[in-house]
């Protein structure tokens, strides 16, 4: 008698308990976001992903990243450079902030990876702009193309205003006119969509969870 009533209680704790984490889960779990609320916040969803042809940046090591590298991995594509002014440093302030977010919310980042991509490739090393891009957070990769592999890249990803130069150097003020759109690639390496600024961290944080939870 007694053994029956010990095991209904363990059964009624279980069930309880079950409830509970359940309705917190709920709670907890990034809400889920229509394409219209996403648009709203700030984030352009693609009808269609875009599968990317295959490319071959410099990492500082002297390796290269491709996209086989992507393959697996929710990834944050930024184009900018090292002695960008104004709008690169906000915005690598702003995804910084994100990634802090998400670590304070024990976000799943094992499968997310943040990269850097310069723009300016005839000042920019790839040792440059991944110093450069390891000071905001040492999560980022900074990575370096020449330019006609660069042009093809911006051209698949939308932010081709990254035009072949007609001289080797060319102004801070040419560079600065770029396209300021984050860039989202899925875990198929495909282009998903991208972020428009102006970048608001309570915008970002909550797409950027909404999505990569799907």
Not at 42 to 58: A, C, K, N, T, V
Not at 85 to 106: A, F
Request: aromatic residues 12%.
């Amino acid at each position: 008698m007694k053994n029956n009533i010990r095991l209904s209680l363990l059964l009624i704790f279980v069930f309880i308990a079950t409830i509970l984490f359940g309705f917190v889960n709920k709670l907890t779990a990034p809400r889920i976001l229509s394409n219209e609320e996403l648009l709203v916040n700030g984030f352009y969803r693609l009808q269609q992903p875009i599968p990317l042809s295959d490319f071959s940046l410099e990492k500082e090591d002297g390796s290269y990243f491709t996209k086989s590298d992507l393959q697996g991995k929710w990834t944050i594509m930024y184009f900018g450079f090292s002695s960008c002014p104004s709008e690169c440093p906000v915005t690598m302030s702003e995804l910084r902030k994100l990634i802090n977010t998400l670590r304070e919310k024990d976000f799943e980042l094992y499968d997310k990876q943040w990269i850097l991509v310069t723009i300016d490739p005839e000042r920019d090393s790839a040792e440059d702009i991944n110093f450069y891009a390891s000071r905001f957070d040492s999560s980022f990769i900074g990575l370096r193309a020449e330019r006609p592999t660069l042009l093809s890249l911006t051209t698949q990803l939308n932010v081709a205003k990254v035009m072949p130069m007609k001289h080797e150097m060319h102004s801070i003020e040419d560079l600065s006119k770029h396209v300021n759109n984050i860039i989202l690639i899925n875990k198929d390496a495909e282009y998903f969509g991208f972020f428009r600024p102006p970048f608001d961290i309570s915008k970002l944080s909550l797409t950027y969870q909404s999505i990569t939870t799907q």
